[in-house]
């Protein structure tokens, strides 16, 4: 009995790291999104405020297509970044087609396919250690899936941010130095 105490112990730790690293992947997102409002504010602050718009026709050629390269850069890597945090907090679910169907005891979908609170506390009471440890052990496979995609989501707003940060900085320093 001891063995599998062990391994519901694992499963569950394992289930708690997941959804710590869940949160993590949200964070940087909504700290992504933030300082993208924050700079676009800024930088679209900056040219309106400097007349920067108004003067484009004073501009030679080149500055023109220069301005309008770095504002036509940062506008997409800003929208890169937005789509990008929305796709980390867009749900999923789990990708096995017998998850969505099971009358699990930890996926929030499956608990709430149950009649009653009192039925779902029965069916927790009833189960062994080794279902237990099968259910940790699917809703963590499930939560490591959807963990991937948030991960590679957040990694790539992250990437769009940095680029965002770049051309508004150069866009802002076009704009205040003409």
Known sequence: ?????EKLAFVVKVFEHLRTL???ADGKAGIAIGLQTFLLTNVLGVALVGNTFRNLHLLDPSGRVVFYAL????CLASVMCVVF?????TPRKPEEASE???KGLTYFEQISRFK???DYDLAVKKASNQELIT?????????AVTLKH???YARYSVNALLLSILFGVLLLFFALTR
């Open 135 to 143: 259910e940790f052990s699917h809703q963590n496979y499930a939560l």
């Open 150 to 152: 948030k991960m590679k």
């Open 22 to 24: 869940t949160s993590h």
């Open 116 to 118: 009653s609170s009192a």
């Open 71 to 74: 504002g036509t850069a940062f």
């Open 100 to 102: 969505l169907e099971r």
């Open 85 to 89: 945090c929305i796709l980390v907090f």
């Open 1 to 5: 009995m001891p063995e599998q105490d």
